[in-house]
């Protein structure tokens, strides 16, 4: 042992006999470091509120959690949202706009989430989609998968696969990722690829803990629901009764929307459906959301038999949200809240389950790249994490989900250029200003207006607003 270890025990065990307390052992002083579980969805729009939505397990993590209900996305599609927020950097910085890129591609020496903490002692495992996959066409292989963040992976594939012939496909123009598809699906949840990856993630849970109890792990799970196909076991139907769920009414365009802002649902709208096809499409969308939610209740099932709920950081996270008929619009890729945010839950043992954080709402607005540097900083690696993150840390609103909180958010999306190629919009408590890179502009007052319903940035009573916005942007742009 050196000279320096020997100064750290011997320190260690003064400054116990001082204090009257035991030394505990080295491994269980490792022990200490937290967990991190991080669960991420594909798809899932801002609906656990919603009445009639049936969530039961994320309602019990929600409980001893801070869901922050304003969290927005950088890039509203699944490659460009998830490589952005892993890395903690912005989707111009990493120069990722599609579905390809992988994150080596882009930013070839960057230091992702999952390899921060593998790099610092962690064990990292990965089950199901965490970087981007095609879903459902690479279930069951690597994706864009980056080895170098992970020190086990697990690629699960189930019967939805193997039964895709079984699906109605109201769009059969369009793949099944990108169809409005349902089944009702036979079998049990751990039969399907998402009850598998709770199965894998659990497994690799207590093989680790049983191997190695002294060492932390970070674990994610992926689970490929709600993403389209809409598939669920027949159960996670019960909640929603045929003819129970239906999409908004539809009257045409709302006046005062540029054309660029529904220019991704082609046809429009609904992708061309029947309003039954698209009422049928929504209630299988909110069956695989409560399919979801039971694999979700694996996890904090098997964290609980464990012992290690109170040693673990629980992250829920959505890659972006999800239109169901609002506008006419379905999936994703606009610039309204119903795509740029979703859900974002941060459970902390021994602060997010107690005092004025427990069970909070925060509705201040953050960014999918704050949680880069939170969970750091909740492990104790912010000072081992990059110095180039975009992102801040949110300990400060996990502690005070009512804290003062300034920063505006930012969120871009690319059309073809006909439709004038990239657009960003920003984000702050009141507001949503959004330019389109054909030069209409958009704004909504999101005090008088939560459902972006009347399009402002044309009232000359709003002059100030669309010009403080517009220097936001093209300083954001530069």
């Known amino acids: 042992m050196s000279v320096r270890s020997l100064r750290r025990v011997f320190g260690a065990l003064l400054l116990a006999l001082l204090c009257g307390s035991p030394v505990a052992p080295a491994a269980e002083q490792e022990q200490k470091r937290p967990n991190v579980l991080l669960i991420c969805a594909d798809d899932l729009t801002n609906c656990l509120d919603n009445p009639g939505v049936v969530t039961p397990n994320l309602d019990r993590l ?61 064990w990292s495992a990965r089950v199901g989609k965490v ?26 594939a189930g019967r939805d696969i193997a039964e895709e012939g079984l699906i109605t496909n109201y769009t059969p123009k369009r793949g099944l990722g990108s169809s409005m598809s349902v089944l009702e699906a036979d079998g049990t949840d751990v039969e399907h690829t998402d009850g598998l990856v709770a199965v894998g993630a659990v497994a690799l849970m207590k093989e680790y803990l049983s191997e190695r109890p002294d060492k ?7 689970f490929y629901r709600p993403h389209s196909p809409y598939v669920a076991p027949k159960p996670h139907f019960e909640p929603y009764p045929p003819g129970s769920v239906t999409v908004p009414p539809f009257d045409g365009q709302p ?10 649902t082609r046809p429009y709208p609904w992708l061309g459906v029947t309003k039954e096809q698209a009422d049928d499409s929504k209630r299988a969308y909110l ?19 464990a012992g290690q709920t109170e040693n673990t950081i629980v992250v829920f996270w959505s890659d972006h949200g999800y239109h169901l008929g609002e506008k006419g619009l379905w999936k994703k890729q606009s610039l309204y809240e119903r795509s740029a945010a979703a859900p974002m839950i941060v459970a902390v043992p021994g602060q997010t389950d107690r005092g004025q954080s427990a069970g909070a709402t925060c509705k201040r607005v953050v960014e999918f790249l704050d949680l880069y540097p939170t969970v750091a900083e909740l492990a104790g690696l912010k000072e081992q994490a990059p110095n180039d993150l975009a992102g801040v840390s949110l300990v400060p609103l996990l502690e005070n989900p009512n804290a003062e909180w300034d920063r505006p958010a930012y969120t871009q999306v ?15 408590q009141r507001w949503r200003f959004t330019r389109w890179g054909d030069g ?3 704004l909504y007052d999101h005090e008088a207006d939560p459902n972006e319903d009347e399009n402002l940035a044309a009232d000359p009573a709003y002059k100030e607003q669309v010009e403080v916005f517009g220097v936001l942007l093209d300083d954001y742009a530069k």
């Open 62 to 122: 929600r409980k001893r959690a801070v869901s922050f209900k304003n969290a927005q996305c950088q890039y509203p599609q699944c490659n460009q949202s998830r490589i952005s927020m892993l890395t903690g950097l912005r989707p111009d910085t990493l120069g990722v706009y599609d579905l390809s890129t992988s994150v080596r591609d882009a930013a070839p020496d960057a230091v992702t989430l999952p390899q921060l903490f593998k790099n610092n002692g962690y």
């Open 131 to 156: 970087y981007h996959y095609g879903n459902p066409g690479d279930i069951g292989t690597d994706g864009l998968d980056d080895p170098a963040s992970w020190n086990r992976v697990v690629n699960p």
């Open 216 to 222: 932390p792990f970070f674990i994610a799970a992926g």
């Open 255 to 264: 006046a005062g929307v540029p054309d660029a802002a529904t220019a991704f």
């Open 287 to 305: 069956a695989s959301v409560t399919f979801l939610d039971a694999n979700v209740g694996r996890l904090l099932d098997a964290l609980d038999d």
């Open 414 to 428: 690319r059309r073809r250029a006909k439709d004038g190629g990239m657009a960003y919009s920003v984000r702050t």
């Open 440 to 442: 209409s502009e958009e």
